[in-house]
């Protein structure tokens, strides 16, 4: 841990250099002027098998400082993929050029400290960055293999990939703030295709970890498998109304539409569902949504917003009501309401309010438990025409979903080419049952198992 002469301590040299860099920059601020840099630098790799060999191994390390200049409420930006000293200088020149020419906006301005204390966290692995090219290599062919193995019917694998990422990154600016923090994850992911008969299917399986020592391969070749073959014989079923389950991967979907639709800019825009309704009951009492980068257990936890500010645990909904909604500090000002300390942001990008890691707090029962209480549903594996077939403004919503039948608590037969229909604000008003067991998905979503009732299905 070093000391940095921000006031701040940074995880190690690397973060405490990079934090140096960008406290120098905002020092250059002129009067009347704000000055902010955000610089970053993360290496990745990412192996693809195909086939029992190496289809393509890539690995890189960039790095950049994406830099913001504020005067007379005109905002410029400008960014580079260097931390050359020369380059920096030439970047904070354009960046004030920008904002010469950059149309004024009353709300425009860097975030000020607001006193709120960082959480520390640091699950940086260096078994990450070590692990030889090798061992990724094999790791990616093993995965492949398995799933190879993992029934008849698997006739091959499309892509077994391995995936890692170690990042630094630090912000300061000219108002007093300054902060660095560091992050490493790896990944790997299959997909499997399997026949039989005139009928193909595909599965996807997946393991995430801070650490090598935390990917779990069987879960990810296991998955896949069972994905790909459970669906041959899948028909149509008939309309009718029943309950859907959503396992978390499948329930992550609409708890990122509902976190996406609770963010400052939609609200103040008017592009929200929710945008009048603080206060209001808007979900089953069990249901509590939090946006929490505090939490360490997701993998998008961290200390501080792309603003500098420090992160914290927001409260959307509890049990049912809706409490407030996520703000950056421009969104806050217009909004007259403090950061939610939700600025997300790249070094090539100015910040933006989002969600950064959405939970949905446990209920009670296991998946296989929930599925067991349902009389007549579908256990969705996947969904289709999620892009196209969602309006986050009204909050309609019409997709295309496979899965599995359920009949009197018991999986039946697998459907396909139906579709699912409702609106946003009646499934969170009609959810029958939040499952006890959460899962921290790659995207930094922890959700358990949903299950909602009286859903429209479509089929033939």
Same mark, same amino acid.
């Given at each position: 841990?070093?000391?940095? !002469?921000?006031?701040?301590? /940074? ?8 934090? !140096? ?20 630098? %993360? ?16 690995? /890189? ?47 425009? #301005? ?11 966290? !640091? ?5 990450? /960055? ?19 193995? *993992? ?45 039989? *008969? ?73 592009? %929200?569902?929710? /945008? ?52 950056? %500090? ?10 939610? #300390? ?52 009204? *909050? ?25 229909? %409702? ?38």
């Amino acid at each position: 841990m070093t000391a940095t !002469d921000a006031g701040t301590v /940074a995880p190690d040299d690397e973060c405490a250099d990079l934090l !140096d860099l960008a406290a120098g920059v905002a020092r250059q601020a002129v009067g009347g002027e704000q000055v902010e840099a955000f610089v970053g630098r %993360s290496s990745y790799t990412t192996v693809k098998a195909h086939g029992g060999e190496v289809e393509s191994f890539s690995s /890189a390390t960039t790095a950049g400082m994406g830099i913001r200049v504020v005067r007379d409420h005109r905002q410029g930006f400008a960014w580079a993929g260097s931390l050359d000293p020369d380059v920096v200088a030439e970047t904070l020149a354009e960046a004030r050029d920008n904002a010469a020419f950059a149309q004024p906006d009353e709300w425009v #301005g860097l975030a000020d400290p607001d006193g709120v204390a960082p959480v520390p966290f !640091d699950a940086f692995d260096p078994a990450v /960055a070590a692990l030889a090219p090798e061992r990724k290599v094999a790791l990616a062919l093993e995965l492949e293999a398995m799933v190879r193995g *993992g029934d008849p019917r698997i006739t091959g694998v499309r892509v077994a990939t391995f995936s890692d990422s170690s990042s630094r990154a630090a912000v300061a600016s000219s108002t007093g703030i300054a902060g660095a923090s560091r992050s490493a994850w790896c990944s790997m992911g299959v997909l499997a295709l399997a026949a039989e *008969g005139d009928e193909t299917y595909t599965g996807s399986g997946s393991t995430v970890g801070f650490g090598p020592d935390d990917l779990d391969l069987d879960e990810a070749a296991t998955d896949a498998v069972t994905r790909a073959v459970r669906l041959f014989g899948a028909r149509p079923v008939s309309s009718r109304r029943l309950s859907v389950v959503l396992e978390p991967r499948m329930a992550a979907a609409v708890v990122g539409l509902l976190g996406g639709t609770l963010t400052g800019d939609r609200v103040l825009k008017g592009r %929200s569902p929710f /945008a009048d309704r603080l206060g209001d009951t808007i979900a089953v009492p069990g249901l509590t949504l939090v946006d929490d980068p505090t939490d360490h257990r997701s993998f998008a936890a961290e200390t501080f917003d792309g603003e500098g500010l420090a992160c914290r645990r927001n409260v959307l909904v509890a049990d049912g009501v809706l409490q407030g909604f996520l703000y950056d %500090s421009a969104t806050g000002r217009r909004a007259g309401h403090p950061s939610t #300390g939700s600025a997300v942001r790249g070094v090539t990008s100015t910040p933006s309010v989002g969600c950064q890691a959405l939970a949905v707090t446990p209920g009670a029962g296991t998946h296989d438990e929930l599925v067991g209480a349902v009389d007549l549903g579908v256990e969705v594996q996947s969904i289709t025409g999620w892009h196209s077939g969602v309006n986050a403004i009204s *909050g309609d919503l019409s997709v295309g979903v496979e899965g599995v039948m359920i009949r009197d608590g018991q999986r039946a037969e697998p459907v396909r080419e139906v579709t699912i229909a %409702s609106t946003l604000q009646k499934m969170l008003l009609g959810i029958d049952a939040i499952g006890g067991e959460v899962e921290w998905l790659p995207g930094g979503t922890g959700c358990p198992t949903l299950v909602f009732g009286d859903i429209s299905l479509s089929g033939t």
